[in-house]
């Protein structure tokens, strides 16, 4: 069964200041992996999705995430957070074959201070 | 692209009520989700459709839930008789062909 964690609740950060939100995830074969912000009252926006191929994906909003396999982890960062990325983030895991849906991490709210 | 479009935005019902959740998928996705989000359970798989049939619904939580998708552009997620419980927000999201997902703006559902 693929499976995500998550291991920070909550972060908070100073404007300005850098930022890694931590993802590991379980599953038996490459997994499909995608990184997901949610606003307060809206919907989950893709930031981005690694697939194959080269393991530092860059996303929207100035993301990256890099895919580690030895250490089961997919990381996101950011080198300078902006107030309005205070939000919470999703990692999730999705299969290459069988069950074609996405696995949730419990998530990681993030707080900006100014 | 007016993206996945989910309706009502707010729904709030007694106990015992029926309630019907609605989605429009995005144009040509050939797969459709429906999650749920809990402050308890965080966002959970309900049920999910490929070519409008039902692959997995293991999610569903127990028989007082069901969903259809009669056709490529609309999906409904329906509760009867709902219950507490059953208070979430309820997304809908649909597959993009290089397997990204997007989600619709949920249903937020309050039984009371």
């Known amino acids: 069964a693929q499976s995500v964690t998550q291991p920070d609740i909550h972060i908070t950060v100073s404007e300005g200041a850098s930022l890694e939100l931590r993802c590991n995830y379980s599953?038996?074969?490459?997994?499909?992996l995608f990184w997901y912000v949610q606003s307060p009252g809206q919907g989950l926006q893709l930031l981005l999705k690694y697939f194959s191929g080269d393991t530092l994906v860059q996303g929207i909003k100035g993301f990256e995430a890099e895919f580690k396999r030895s250490q089961s982890s997919f990381n996101l960062r950011k080198p300078s957070v902006h107030w309005s990325d205070a939000a919470e983030y999703f990692c999730?895991?999705?299969?290459?074959?069988?069950?074609?849906?996405?696995?949730f991490g419990s998530g990681t709210r993030l707080q900006v201070q100014p | 692209d007016a993206g996945v479009i989910q309706s009502p935005r707010h729904e709030v019902t007694e106990m015992g009520q029926e309630v019907t959740l609605r989605c429009k998928p995005i144009?040509?996705?050939?797969?459709l989700f429906w999650y749920r989000q809990t402050m308890m359970r965080g966002l959970e798989l309900l049920i999910y459709?490929?070519?409008?049939?039902?692959?997995?619904d293991s999610g569903m939580p127990e028989d007082r839930f069901s969903a259809k998708m009669p056709n490529a552009s609309f999906s409904t997620l329906k509760i009867q008789p709902s219950e507490p419980r059953d208070s979430a927000v309820y997304f809908c999201?649909?597959?993009?062909?290089?397997?990204?997902?997007?989600f619709g703006s949920g249903t937020r559902l309050t039984v009371v």
């Open positions: 999730a895991v999705g299969s290459s074959t069988g069950r074609r849906a996405l696995t």
């Open positions: 144009s040509g996705h050939n797969s």
């Open positions: 599953y038996g074969a490459t997994p499909y």
């Open positions: 459709f490929n070519n409008n049939v039902p692959i997995d």
């Open positions: 999201a649909s597959r993009e062909l290089d397997y990204g997902y997007t």
